[in-house]
DNA sequence: AACCTCGACAACCGCTGTAAG
DNA sequence: GCTTACAGCGGTTGTCGAGGT
């Protein structure tokens, strides 16, 4: 049942108000007020439909509006606003004083929006190409945490994989990378900053981000982390790091997009980088992880306590005896991602002896598995046989340091899985985020529902597959409490931001309470062991 | 000078939520 | 509980002027 129309539109006049009309409904607003839209036409002799004065009202005339040129800080404060909440006018206009949610449409559907498509970064999800790719560099440092990101990055591999092979300059304003600049030695002078128009050659980035992640899978694999950093700052001169570096706008003095200390993107847009900046030297990105969303997180350090090296790992353990199993453990369920990758896995069909090496575990503590994903990104992306020869040679090293696998029977666990609640969890998310998508078209219903919820699913049902088999779920779930915690964080941002209870309020609960469930999951050692395993007694 | 294109802004449209009768 | 009107929202369209051809 449609509403019946608020006014005859054969007998209304339309279009432009002239400054009569203007008047007329200043002066009788002024005196009578706006008490009754329907009424306010008639009674001050305009042929206007009420809709239409109230509107004019509300967007031209009242008094305390600013009319003019946005301000830099207004246009920071709506790009900031919009990365958190989307196209959501009335939210971001209410935190521009004198500004309605029009103005702020017009301007960013004008401006902004081309700002930011100019400076390589989407302006809507306020993601650029060069973020992920320097987040998959930053990714290939800690084994310990590339681990992690590899369980969160396998949700998003195809929307990788689509970035790696199919955009094109067309599709998306890359950052340029002037020809002389090649990727190893890429040291970034004379480099094009951010912000540019693609040139030509922007195909060339496509194949240097390849060849990049090529090279730091060559990278030597048995360096002790922190000496042979490819991806350290210090050490940029090599692979993706040199590209990453040459995007670093901050070396530049120019057209600037950095993330800042606080909870969301911040933007600089057209002032010069301070010389000195902080990121300087760093990654632009280093503010914020793609994974997570965390912002305040500097590039370098990563706290030891959540995901500790190897050797004296003992994350889910009790401590005590128990360490060196759970370092087996560690090491081996939850290095064994083969379920993300490997035979569960179809996208990435590499030949099965290369699979085969690259699945194989280090006894020597350092990881391989983020290796094995790029060589898989890499290999897929560029197919190449020359690519697979580089792997070849790769694979060989790892097969020096295969070990046998075998099942590690836990000595205590949690009283509930993490997937009965996780799977749930993810189809909730999922599902809302779906729904919202096909009613709204709202993009942040894929971003923080539709995509967080697939992973969720994923690794739960991988969690269950690997319970089991007996296997450890340790990462899966340390994965699936990433999500939870970047949810709670982004929902909760939302909800601060927009007071409102529904949705951003319930799901910022929902999410802190599964990200408390799975860390508590995690400190009660995991899932417990199915019953035909736990009869087993430990060896 | 005429025409075309494009950007910026204003206005409209259709819908939903909410409050009052 | 239903109807009606208002307020608000976000997407879309219309208008106008500047600049280019």
Partial sequence: ?????????????????????????????????????????????????????????????RPDLKHGEFTDDEEQIIIKLHSVVGNRWSVIAAQLPGRTDNDVKNH????????????????????????????????????????????????????????????????FPSPAVPPDMAIAGGSGAGAAPCGFPAPPQTDDTIERIKLGLSRAIMSEPGAPPGKQQPWAPADMTEGLAGMYATYNPAAHGQEEFRYDNGTVPEYVLGGGAGA???????????????????????AAPRPAAVLPEKGNDSVGSGGGDEEADDV????????????LFGSDCVLWDLPDELTNHMLSISTSGVCMKPFAFAAKLST???????????????????????????????????KIHDFCLGIPFGGLLFSMGLLGYIFSRSTISLVLGIAPGLATLLLGTLSLKFWRSG?????????????????????????????????????????????????????????????????????
């Fill in 1 to 61: 049942m449609g509403r019946i129309p608020c006014c005859e539109k054969d007998s209304v006049k339309r279009g432009q108000w002239t400054p009569e009309e203007d008047n007329k409904l200043l002066s009788y607003i002024t005196q009578y007020g706006t008490r009754n839209w329907r009424l306010i036409p008639k009674n001050a002799g305009l042929q206007r439909c009420g809709k239409s004065c109230r509107l004019r009202w509300t967007n031209y005339l």
């Fill in 108 to 171: 960013w559907n004008t401006k902004l929006k081309k700002k930011l498509s100019g400076m390589g970064i989407d302006p809507v999800t306020h993601k650029s190409f060069s973020h992920l790719m320097a987040e998959i560099a930053t990714t290939l440092a800690p084994p310990q945490v590339a681990h992690l990101a590899e369980a969160a990055l396998g949700c998003f591999k195809d929307e990788m994989l689509h970035l790696l092979t199919k955009k094109r300059p067309t599709d």
């Fill in 276 to 298: 000195g900046d902080a990121d300087q030297g760093t990654s632009m990105w280093s503010h914020q992880s793609m994974y997570s969303g965390s912002s305040g997180t500097e």
């Fill in 328 to 339: 087996k453990d560690g090491g081996k369920g939850g290095s064994d991602m083969s379920g």
């Fill in 380 to 414: 897929k992306c560029a197919n190449e046989n020359a690519r697979v020869e580089e792997l070849d040679l790769q694979s060989d090293q790892m097969k020096e340091l295969q070990v046998e696998e075998h099942v590690i029977p836990q000595k205590r666990s949690a």
């Fill in 471 to 539: 296997r450890s779920s340790f990462l899966l779930i340390l994965a699936q409490a990433a999500i939870s915690a970047f949810l709670a964080w982004k929902y909760s941002h939302a909800y601060f931001l927009t007071n409102r209870l529904l949705p951003w309020g319930f799901y910022a609960s929902l999410s802190t309470a599964m990200g408390c469930f799975y860390a508590y999951v995690l400190l009660a050692g995991g899932n417990p062991p199915p019953k035909k395993l736990a009869a087993i007694p430990p060896q």
